[in-house]
């Protein structure tokens, strides 16, 4: 499987951004699809997920409430919309697809390249 993620960018404290991710490949051996995030000296962090069978989604309480994650499964494509941004959510955003929905990297297989998100204030 491979996954390359568009659309980061600059945006303003408060302001939204969409990212996609486009999936290619064997992508019927993925059920499931995460976005992390990588802040600069920071570990990288789990911040939602979707199952492509049923659209359950599952969120990083940071951003719960503010990002939605949705998939369009003929497309092979995920998307993060990112709403009511914080300058806390600058980072590298990586997609990634799995076998099991869950927080932790270990769960995915696959990850694009990533593409960075910068909030200012």
């Known amino acids: 499987v491979q996954l390359q993620a568009f659309w980061g960018g600059l945006v303003q404290a408060g302001g939204s951004l969409r990212l996609s991710c486009a999936a290619s490949?064997?992508?019927?051996?993925?059920?499931?699809m995460g976005w992390f995030r990588q802040a600069p000296g920071k570990e990288r962090e789990f911040v939602a997920a979707?199952?492509?069978?049923?659209?359950?989604?599952y969120y990083a309480d940071s951003v719960k409430g503010r990002f939605t994650v949705s998939s369009d499964k003929p497309k092979h494509t995920v998307y993060l919309q990112m709403n009511s941004m914080k300058t806390e959510d600058k980072a590298v955003y990586y997609c990634a697809s799995g076998n099991r929905l869950g927080h932790s990297p270990a769960n995915y297989t696959y990850w694009g390249q990533g593409t960075l998100v910068t909030v200012s204030s």
């Open positions: 979707i199952r492509w069978s049923n659209g359950y989604t």
């Open positions: 490949g064997r992508t019927f051996s993925s059920h499931v």
